[in-house]
């Protein structure tokens, strides 16, 4: 039978069809829509007490590897142009292995100059000594002279004043001497300043400049540091200890360090020293429980060797023994 559109009647005949289609189509999204409430693995696997202290007391915290060393900072104490970057992250290096130089051609210029004057006082004092000898023979024979008809006061008084102006010339030559050699120095010095060297032997963590940087002394407060570097071997551990934890610590105490997401690799880290300053929480493990608005207590410890389970800024998850608070 045919259909009549002229006929239809959209309240009682189209609008309940597209009533139906509609909560067809609601049912299919809300079926399909349901979020997948299988249980899974996390992704991070949850920082776990080690199996000796999980039925006592403990203590809690986090922390981030550091240096033996903690990082230094290497800063120049001359501004200009960097010349030659001799290292690069990873290298290890010597106390007083140069690292870098900036531009010193202008001071080295300065030094020539002084080395030129250097010489020509030299020269000056050499002129002035034979002079001066020359000038002492002079009026030592005329006063030798038995006759003093032979020799006139005049001529006396002219010897006198010349051994005297060539005993003056060469304590100016001297003078300049010494004030040559003074600036000399100091150029000297500038280059050795303008040359870079390790503080100490360890390794290069990270360099923020390149050659042909310019590099100044008037960094801001937030300006990278141009290298820094530390004592990997070996490496330690800077655990924050919430200050409300801090008197059941049992100081001395070995520590179990895991890696952030990795709680299954643990390691015995042994006690070096805690930090005699409780200060504000500065290091942050983006935890939504997490307190930041805390002070804490430092305490670091060395850690093993382990082949590279530990790199200088990584986080990690520490239990510490609790003392016993009945004694």
Partial sequence: MALDWKNLSFPRQILPVIAVFGLLAAAYIITTGLPDRQLAEPERAPPR???????????????VVEPSSEVIQIGSALSGLVTRLKVQPGDRVNEGQ??????DRAVRAQLREAQAAIAEARAS?????TARATA????ELYRNVDDPAA??????????GEAS???????????RLQAAEARAGSAQTEIGRLTVRAPIAGEILAVNIRKGEYVSTMGGGGSQPFIEMGQTQP???????DEEQAPRLAIGAAATVSPRGAAERQVQAKFVRA???????????????????VRVLQVIYELPETDGLFRVGQQVDAYIAARDTQK
């Fill in 49 to 63: 007490a080690p199996a000796a202290l999980v039925a006592a007391a403990r203590v809690a915290g986090s922390g």
């Fill in 98 to 103: 140069v690292l870098f130089t900036v531009d």
């Fill in 125 to 129: 004092i050499a002129e002035a000594q």
């Fill in 136 to 139: 002492s023979r002079q009026l």
């Fill in 151 to 160: 020799v006139s006061r005049a001529e006396v008084i002219r010897a006198e």
């Fill in 165 to 175: 102006a060539a005993n003056e010339r060469l304590q100016l030559a001297q003078a």
């Fill in 235 to 241: 490496l330690h551990v800077r655990i924050d200890i």
């Fill in 275 to 293: 930090e005699p300053l409780v200060v504000p929480k500065r290091s942050l493990t983006n935890s939504a429980a997490e307190r930041v608005d």
